[in-house]
C-alpha cells in the first residue's frame, strides 16, 4: 500500500466515521471475535464481531451483516454465542441473554434476567441434551445464581445462588452431561462449584492458588473448557498482578497448575487479556487467543508457542478435527480460516470485504434497523456499499425457524414488535478524543497505516 493511498484510506475512514453508528472495539479496528457453528448443521455459521455479527448459511460461501442495535445488546458485546440444532441462537451479554430463532433477523432480551436486573455472563447448554441450558450471573452487590432451563431457554429456575458470590462462568463436561462446573468467587476468594448430578447438590472447592502468594491475590477466575474425554480434567483461566494465566485441572477442579508460558512473556504470564482457549479432542494441545495474537502449548512443552498467523486478532473455536480461527483482514487477508495442522497452514474463509448487506426479509429489524447503515457502514471493512439485499442470497433455512414462529418479537419478551428506522446521528463534533461512534477508531486506524504497512498471507 503506498503512502497515497493509505493518505486516502485514512481519510475517507475518518470522514466515514462521523456518520456510521456501529461501535468498535479491539484497538478501534473492525474484526471477528468469535466463532460458532451451528450443531448438526456446519453449513450455518455465526461470526460475533466488533461491530455486530456475520452469518452464513452456505458453508461460508455468503457472508451477510447483522448490525449491533438489531441485536439488542447495547454496550456490552458478546464474547461467545450459541447456536442450537433448532437454529434458536443466544448470547449472554454480560447485561442480558438475548436470543433469536428466526438466524439472526429478530433479537430480543430474555424477560426473565431483565424484569429481576439480573446480569447473565455464562451460557453453556450439552450437545447431548440442547434443551438444557445453564446460565450464570455476576452483578456486583446483587444476589447472584446459576440458573437451569429445560425447555431450551423459555423458563428458567435458579439451583445455586448467594447474596456475595459472583457466578463468572458455567461448564458442562462433553462425556458427562451431569457433571458441572461453575467458577465464582467475592473480593477476598476464588473457587469452584461442581455438581455430578445435574444441578441438584453442589460441592464448593476454595481455590487458594499457592502459586500467587503475595498480595494483591489472584481475581477473575474463569473456567473455560472441559475435556472432550475427562470430565475430570478442565481448563480455566486466572489474573494476577497484571497477567493472565491458563490453568489445568486432572482432578475434577480441587488443584490447579499453570499450562500457559507464551514465549517472549513473563514466565506463566498472558500480558495480554485473554480471548479465549481451545483445546484438541485428546486435551494434549492447547491455544490461546488474545486480541492480537495465537499462541499454543503442546503437552510437554515448557513454553507455549506464539503461532506467525493470525496477526492483528485471534479467536479459536474447534469443530470436529477443524480449528476455525479468526484473523484481520487488514494484515494477512481474511478475517475467518480454518487449519487442520494445529494452525502450521491457514484455509481462508471468509474476508470482511466479501461482507453482504443484510438478508434478512423486510419488516424484520435486522433488516429495517441495519439497512439505513449499510451505505455508510460498508466502507469501513472495504465492502461494496452498493449492494442490496436481494444480491446476498437467502437468510433462513427450512429448519432455521422464521419470524413468524415466535421469532421473540412480543414487547413482554424484551423484543421488537415495530422496528423503525433509526434517528439521524447528531452533528459531528471536532476532535478524535471528543467524538462519538467510530471517530476515535478511524483516527487510530489512520495512525496506524502510517506505521505499519499491509501484509499478504505468506502461506495458506
Known amino acids: 500500500m503506498t503512502f497515497l493511498s493509505s493518505l486516502r484510506r485514512a481519510g475517507l475512514l475518518v470522514l466515514l466515521a462521523l456518520h456510521t453508528p456501529p461501535a468498535l472495539a479491539h484497538l478501534g479496528y473492525p ?11 456446519p453449513e450455518d455459521m455465526f461470526l460475533g464481531a466488533t461491530f455486530g455479527a456475520v452469518i452464513s448459511r452456505d458453508s461460508g460461501k455468503s457472508w451477510s451483516w447483522i448490525c449491533p442495535e438489531a441485536m439488542n445488546y447495547g454496550g456490552w458485546r458478546p464474547e461467545t454465542f450459541l447456536w442450537q440444532p433448532d437454529g434458536t441462537l443466544l448470547a449472554a451479554t454480560g447485561a442480558a441473554l438475548i436470543r433469536s430463532q428466526d438466524g439472526g433477523c429478530t433479537w430480543s432480551v430474555h424477560d426473565y434476567f431483565k424484569s429481576r436486573g439480573l446480569w447473565p455472563i455464562g451460557l453453556a447448554s450439552p450437545p447431548s441434551n440442547p434443551s438444557r441450558l445453564w446460565v450464570t450471573t455476576s452483578r456486583s452487590a446483587s444476589r447472584n445464581g446459576v440458573y437451569r432451563s ?17 457466578f463468572t462462568a458455567v461448564k458442562v463436561a462433553p462425556s458427562d452431561s451431569r457433571r458441572i462446573y461453575v467458577s465464582g468467587g467475592t473480593a477476598t476468594s476464588l473457587r469452584i462449584y461442581r455438581s455430578d448430578d445435574e444441578g441438584a447438590h453442589w460441592e464448593e472447592i476454595a481455590q487458594s492458588f499457592p502459586a500467587y502468594p503475595a498480595p494483591p491475590y489472584p481475581y477473575d477466575l474463569f473456567v473455560m473448557k472441559v475435556s472432550d474425554t475427562d470430565p475430570d480434567r478442565l481448563w480455566a483461566r486466572v489474573s494476577w498482578q497484571g497477567w493472565t494465566y491458563v490453568l489445568e485441572s486432572k482432578d475434577g477442579g480441587r488443584t490447579f497448575t499453570s499450562v500457559l508460558h507464551p514465549e517472549g512473556e513473563a514466565q506463566d504470564g498472558l500480558g495480554e487479556y485473554l480471548i479465549g482457549i481451545e483445546v484438541s479432542a485428546d486435551g494434549n494441545t492447547l491455544w490461546a487467543a488474545t ?31 477443524v480449528l476455525y480461527v479468526c484473523g484481520a483482514s487488514r494484515l494477512h487477508d481474511w478475517a475467518l480460516a480454518t487449519t487442520t495442522d494445529e494452525g502450521q497452514t491457514y ?26 447503515y ?47 428506522p433509526p434517528e439521524p446521528p447528531p452533528p459531528p463534533r471536532k476532535g478524535c478524543s471528543s467524538t462519538s461512534g467510530l471517530v476515535p477508531a478511524a483516527c487510530l486506524l489512520a495512525l496506524s497505516l502510517f506505521r505499519r504497512p499491509r501484509r499478504r498471507n505468506p502461506e495458506n
Do not use: M
Open 291 to 321: 486480541h492480537t495474537r495465537l499462541f499454543r502449548v503442546r503437552a510437554g512443552e515448557t513454553y507455549a508457542t506464539q503461532l506467525p498467523l493470525p496477526d492483528g486478532n485471534a479467536c479459536a473455536q474447534r469443530e470436529g478435527d
Open 31 to 41: 474484526d471477528t471475535t468469535s466463532v460458532t457453528v451451528r450443531r448438526g448443521h
Open 374 to 420: 449499510w451505505p455508510q457502514f460498508a466502507p469501513t471493512i472495504e465492502a461494496d456499499p452498493n449492494l442490496t439485499p436481494g444480491e446476498t442470497g437467502d437468510a433462513g433455512t427450512p429448519d432455521g425457524g422464521s419470524p413468524g414462529a415466535d421469532a421473540g418479537t412480543n414487547p413482554g419478551d424484551g423484543g421488537i414488535s415495530e422496528p423503525t
Open 347 to 372: 484455509t481462508p474463509l471468509f474476508n470482511l470485504p466479501d461482507t453482504k448487506p443484510p438478508a434478512c426479509p423486510a419488516g424484520t429489524p435486522t433488516h429495517d434497523i441495519c439497512r439505513p
Open 150 to 166: 429445560d425447555d431450551g431457554g423459555q423458563t428458567f429456575t435458579p439451583v445455586l445462588q448467594s447474596d456475595t458470590v459472583v
